[in-house]
Structure formats: structure tokens, C-alpha cells
């Protein structure tokens, strides 16, 4: 039964927060007709259109550590209620994150229980959209602050989309995104993974060159330590970016899966005599 409840919480509240134009444009996962792939798509897109202006593209891809379990009961409920989120939801939310403990069984035996101070529960129907609308203020903030830059989030990971001249121009909005994001963290109590943190720089191939010296030595800073631009694909949100975005790695990655699983299928018929015409009805089930 408490699943259930908590299911249509999340449902209530995800409907609250689009009904009310909580959550950015740019913030996927964990809502409905929003998938990490159309924020793929969105930063492909960006990328396309900084080249029919003559102009290079650049993304950073961050991660924020331990994401639920960071965030903060008070700056969460407070979140909501500046926002004008139903009381009701808000009183169910701070009664939902009292009162929590924890305890740890090691080869049967029971330790002592301890309270949780902090975070929201891992694998809970209702953390996702909770984190949404506790993220929910980063993007709108970055973008206000660093012209020409793009957010995009899905659930924890965040990307800063950067167009430019040059790899110079695109590293100084790059780096701009990086200071804005981390004093908006350290106020919220939350922490980026800087050893997860990638690059990637998108040029078209032709007039690829004369950044191309540029792309291999440059550095972004993130933090006290510095992220160098991919040579080779990228991955993010589940799709492979090169610097071309001809998305062959992806593509190739694909096949390979599906390959993989026309092999099961066919050992199914020929090992175990399956009628190829139920193989599929048996790979499903």
C-alpha cells in the first residue's frame, strides 16, 4: 500500500509542478513525454545551429555526487512553498522525510538503528520528481548569468551547452557555467563529481583544422583541477556523440545490440526446436 500511495504522490506532484511552470524547459527525466534522449537530441540540435551561424559548439557534462541522499529536508520544503506548491503536498513531503532510520544486517546480525538526517530515499517513486523541483532553480540561474550558454538536466546529470568562434570563446562560457554551478551547489548544500565531469567540443568537418591543435591541448577548469576535451566519442544520457555528431558510434553500439539479440533468438529455434514464428512471443514473455 505504500508504494501505491507514493505513486500517485509523484503523480500529483509532477502534475502540480508542470501545471504551475515549476520546472525548466531544459529539466528531463522524470516527467512525462520529457526522455533523456530528447535532451540528447536538444544538445544535438544546439550544435547544428551553432554551425549554420559559422560558429563551434562545446558541451560539459557534470554529475552531481550522491544526489538524493545530499539533499537537504529544510532547503527542499522551502523550495516548494517559495514556489507555491499545494500545502498539502508540502505537509505530506516534510512528514514523509521525518522521523527516518536506518540499519545495517551483517551476516544476520541487526545493528543498531540511527536516524537519517538528510536525503531522500533511493529507489522511492516520488525522489525523482523531488529532486526536479529541488534542481530546479540551476538552470534558469546559469543561463540568466553566462550569455550565449544552454542547460540541459535529466535527474542528476547536468550539460552546459557553449557555442562560440573559437575553442577559446566556448571554454570561457564553459568556465563561466562551472563557477555559476558550483557557488549554486555549495548554497544547496549539494556537491559536483569534478572526476566524472567530461568535454566535448562539435565542429563541422570541413574547416575542422584550425581548431583542431586548439581542441587537443585545451582545458577546461572545473573546480581546483581541469578537464580536457574527448578526442574520442562521448557519452551522455545513453547516446554517443563524436565531434562530428554523425552519431556512428551510436549507431554501431546499436547493431551490435541488436545483433546480440538475433543470436538468442536464432539458438532458441535451433537449440531448443522454438517455432521461429513464437520465438519472439517467448523472447518477450
Known sequence: ???????????????????????????????????????????????????????IAGI?????????????????????????????????????????????????????????????????????ILFAIHMSGLIKLVEERVTGAKGLSSVDDVGWVATGNDVNQVIGKLEACVRVSIDWAERWE?????????????????????????????????GNGFVRFNREATRWLGVWVDAHLTLKEHHNGCMKKARAAEARLWSLTGTHGVVPACVRAVQIG
Open 190 to 222: 549539494l556537491e559536483f563529481d569534478t572526476a566524472k565531469t567530461k568535454a566535448a567540443l562539435f565542429t563541422r568537418r570541413r574547416g575542422h583544422k584550425k581548431h583542431l591543435r586548439l581542441k587537443l591541448t585545451a582545458k577546461v577548469r572545473v
Open 60 to 128: 560539459l557534462l557534470m554529475d552531481i555526487k550522491a544526489a538524493f541522499p545530499s539533499v537537504g529536508r529544510g532547503r527542499l520544503i522551502h523550495t516548494m512553498r517559495v514556489k507555491g506548491m499545494d500545502g498539502g503536498l508540502i505537509r505530506w513531503t516534510a512528514s514523509f522525510l521525518s522521523d527516518r532510520k536506518f540499519e545495517m544486517v551483517i551476516e544476520g546480525n541487526v545493528m543498531e538503528r540511527h536516524p537519517v538526517e538528510a536525503g531522500i530515499p533511493q529507489g522511492s517513486p516520488v525522489s525523482p
Open 1 to 55: 500500500m505504500g508504494k501505491v500511495v507514493k505513486k500517485v504522490v509523484a503523480e500529483l506532484m509532477a502534475e502540480e509542478a508542470e501545471r504551475r511552470g515549476l520546472l525548466s524547459d531544459s529539466q528531463f527525466g522524470s516527467r512525462k513525454r520529457r526522455s533523456a534522449v530528447d535532451a540528447a537530441a536538444i544538445m544535438v540540435d544546439r550544435a547544428h545551429a551553432a554551425w549554420r551561424e559559422g560558429h
